[in-house]
Nanobody, 120 residues
Framework: QVLLVESGGGLVQAGGSLRLSCAASGRTFSNYAMGWFRQAPGKEREFVAR????????DYADSVKGRFTIFRDNANNMVYLQMNSLKSEDTAVYYC?????????????WGQGTQVIVSS
């Protein structure tokens, strides 16, 4: 069973930074793509960033491009989301996700989420 546990959320002022962490267990971490999604109050869950199994390929939502960075540490089964220049519209619950299949971005496993609140 794949288990994902996020941490690192909190309250930050606009313009500040946070780093979210996701610890994964339950299978060979380095074989699968990972991603970050978020859900703001009253809105649908949306894609934020994803990273392939090796960490070489990354993609970002336009709304976070240039401000957020996703990276992974396969030796320690961790994936991170570095968030800089935070805006009030980044306020949301952030979820770590893992792909079901190798060499695919079919995210099927989810963490419990970590709250990020950006005050203006």
């Amino acid at each position: 069973q794949v288990l994902l546990v996020e941490s690192g959320g909190g309250l930050v002022q606009a313009g500040g930074s946070l780093r979210l962490s996701c610890a994964a267990s339950g299978r060979t971490f380095s074989n699968y793509a990972m991603g970050w999604f978020r859900q703001a109050p009253g809105k649908e869950r949306e894609f934020v960033a994803r990273i392939n199994w090796s960490g070489v390929a990354t993609d970002y939502a336009d709304s976070v491009k240039g401000r957020f960075t996703i990276f992974r540490d396969n030796a320690n089964n961790m994936v991170y989301l570095q968030m800089n220049s935070l805006k009030s519209e980044d306020t949301a619950v952030y979820y770590c996700a893992a792909a079901r299949s190798r060499l695919a971005y079919d995210f099927a496993y989810w963490g419990q989420g970590t709250q990020v609140i950006v005050s203006s």
